[in-house]
């Protein structure tokens, strides 16, 4: 029996119809004009023109020379901080030049070794705090967070209106014979993602763990 | 009717045709069911229902072939046969009312499904305490931008949906001086910075961050409390030649400038942004709980409205199941960030929103309708055989 008597013909054209929707959907480039965006908080790389004269076509320290165009990162100037938030280092930690993407960073240094102090902003939405704990654990060796070791792994600090989901981690890098911690916090502000992180040789973290707990107390919001 | 045309009508009207869509439909929802564990939700949903065919890649092949009709495709048939028995078989009697209405409603269902996934939109807006914004942001759609942020009072803007950085071929900006060649994109990417990264190789971009971010492309995510971090690796190419090569990633949080032909332009990977003629403004959000507990008893942002033309401006008070409708958009409350000073209002654009509600009260009414006249008959006919 013939399930279904539809003519050769129309069943043709109602699936050719069809395969050219499927492939007519390739969206197009959208063109439009918009106010000049101001959304609160602003950070120091809100303002693309930020740390460069752009008027003098100046280029970023260290960036190659580029034939009738000059590209600029968005960081701050070395030694400058964000806008959105401050903070205050302990005096006997060393401030660091900063990179194209840290906004904070220092050298602690004591009698153990020399630790990294690194602060940067990411968008919230694309970091969530579970992948970034795993791609910390990643870095000295530890394998992925389980369900129930995540849900027991973040310590929250409370500061000043801030909630800062800490970690504290130790594990051995790869080719690197002694162990390394992670100290580790991280502060979803609106649709920023701050991430504060001290790591090193065991002993020269372990020896900075209240210094790093106080410095994230003393960070705060940039008064409007 | 010309005979041809009635053939082909009737064919379409079959009841064989309605059964075999049917179960089509069933199989669909089986397969993307099982599916979601595979690609999430929302990948689902693409694939299978907002689809003519759902395609299936062969495997070490870039060749992707239709294996089973999508939902569009079953969807419009089904729409088809239904409207194709109706005109067959319609005829006005007061007896047929109400399966009429109930046929009408099934259809008013199918097209107000079809609107909803063509022309519905889901973004976000986040909002700190006292911050205002004017557009939201896609849930799940990104986009490459480039402004021309040179004027001090807008910006001209072209934006590129992901879909063209995709394939390998030129795109040109309509008015910009330059184009863009995608050379390479990956729908998930690990980003570092160098000084994390010290051994990783070179970044190809010698624009912008340049060497000073690396990149490791990773395998795309489908879980629902995970998001991909697309990354593209594009060539600026102006009419005398390449201005370099640049990296635009949704981790890379700020727009990259470049300054050409005497203008500056900024360039990021970003959500796909939905611009309203209003904006909002977060005057307060409360958490509220119940005395002595942590339980939530309510979450509520209060907003002012400010029209592009000021013409409106007024404070709203948004909370659960009170959501603000404005502007074709509807502001539901959805979420909360940094200690109860950032509100996320989950913004949905569907102009077919009152549709199924349309549809399911006129299939109901048809339904009762129906039974309530052949109720009717019954009695009156088994009144007339007792009698």
């Not at chain 2, 075999?20 to 690609?39: E, F, M, P």
């Not at chain 2, 009260?361 to 006919?381: D, K, N, Q």
Request: proline share 8%; net charge neutral; aromatic share 8%.
């Amino acid at each position: 029996m013939t399930l279904l008597r539809v003519p050769p013909s129309v069943g043709a054209t109602i699936a050719a119809f069809a395969l050219t929707l499927a492939g007519c959907r390739e969206q197009p480039v959208r063109t439009y004009n918009v106010a000049k965006d101001t959304p609160p908080p602003p950070t120091a790389s809100a303002d693309p023109h930020a740390g460069h004269d752009h008027a003098a076509g100046e280029l970023p320290p260290g960036h190659p020379p580029i034939g009738g165009a000059a590209m600029a990162g968005p960081t701050a100037a070395p030694g400058s901080v964000s806008d959105s938030l401050t903070w205050a280092a302990p005096d006997h930690w060393a401030a660091k030049p900063l990179g194209a993407m840290r906004r904070g960073s220092f050298a602690p240094k004591n009698a153990a070794g020399e630790a990294d102090c690194s602060i940067f902003v990411f968008p919230a939405s694309s970091n969530p705090l579970r992948a970034n704990l795993d791609r910390w654990r990643g870095q000295i060796g530890l394998a992925r967070l389980t369900d129930e070791q995540f849900a027991t792994a973040v310590t929250t600090l409370d500061s000043d209106g801030l909630s800062f989901a800490t970690v504290d981690l130790l594990g051995k890098q790869p080719g690197v014979d002694q162990a390394t911690r992670v100290l580790g916090a991280v502060l979803y502000r609106g649709e920023e993602a701050w991430f504060f992180k001290l790591t090193g040789p065991d002993a020269a973290v372990a020896a900075e763990k209240a210094s790093f707990l106080d410095f994230l107390r003393t960070v705060r919001p940039t008064a409007p | 009717m010309p005979a041809p045309f009635r053939s082909v009508i009737e064919r379409l009207a079959s009841l064989r045709l309605t059964v075999v869509l049917l179960v089509l439909s069933l199989v669909l929802v089986v397969v993307a069911t099982l599916d979601q564990v595979n690609l999430g939700i929302w990948a689902v949903q693409e694939k299978y229902f907002r689809s003519f065919f759902v395609f299936q890649q062969l495997s070490g092949s870039g060749i992707a072939f239709p294996f089973f009709p999508g939902g569009y495709l079953i969807g419009g048939g089904l729409l088809l046969n239904l409207l194709c028995a109706q005109f067959l078989r319609f005829t006005l009697n007061w007896r047929n009312v109400g399966l009429h209405l109930t046929h009408f409603g099934i259809i008013l269902l199918l097209i107000g499904e079809l609107l909803t996934g063509l022309l519905s939109v889901e973004s976000h807006l986040t909002l700190d305490t006292g911050a205002t914004r004017n557009y939201a942001e896609a849930s799940s759609s990104r986009e490459l931008a480039v402004a021309d942020i040179t004027d001090p009072d807008s910006d001209r803007v072209w934006t590129v949906p992901l879909t063209r950085l995709a394939k390998s071929e030129p795109i040109e900006l309509p008015g910009c001086p330059f184009k863009l060649v995608p050379l390479q994109f990956h729908q998930n990417a690990h980003l570092a910075s160098r000084a994390e990264a010290p051994n990783a190789p070179a970044s190809p971009a010698t624009l912008g961050l340049a060497g000073q971010v690396v990149f490791q492309p990773a395998a795309p995510t489908y879980r629902p409390n995970e998001d991909n971090t697309p990354t593209t690796l594009i060539e600026l190419r102006a009419p005398e030649g390449p201005l370099g090569t640049l990296l635009a990633s949704l981790a890379i949080a700020q727009p990259q400038t470049l300054d050409y032909a005497g203008r500056t332009y900024a360039i990021s990977l970003r959500r796909a942004r939905i611009y309203f003629d209003f904006a909002l403004t977060l005057v307060e959000f409360r958490h509220d709980k119940y005395p002595g507990t942590e339980i939530p008893r309510n979450f509520s942002s209060q907003v002012r409205l400010r029209s592009a033309d000021g013409k409106e401006d007024r404070e709203v008070r948004i909370f659960m199941n009170n959501p603000l409708r404005h502007g074709g958009y509807t502001f539901y409350q959805s979420g909360f960030q940094n200690n109860d000073r950032t509100s996320i209002l989950q913004v949905m654009r569907n102009p077919g929103w009152l549709i199924p509600y349309i549809a399911c009260v006129m299939s109901g009414l048809g339904l009762l309708l129906h039974f309530g006249i052949t109720l009717v008959g019954f009695l009156a006919r088994r009144r007339a055989a007792t009698t």
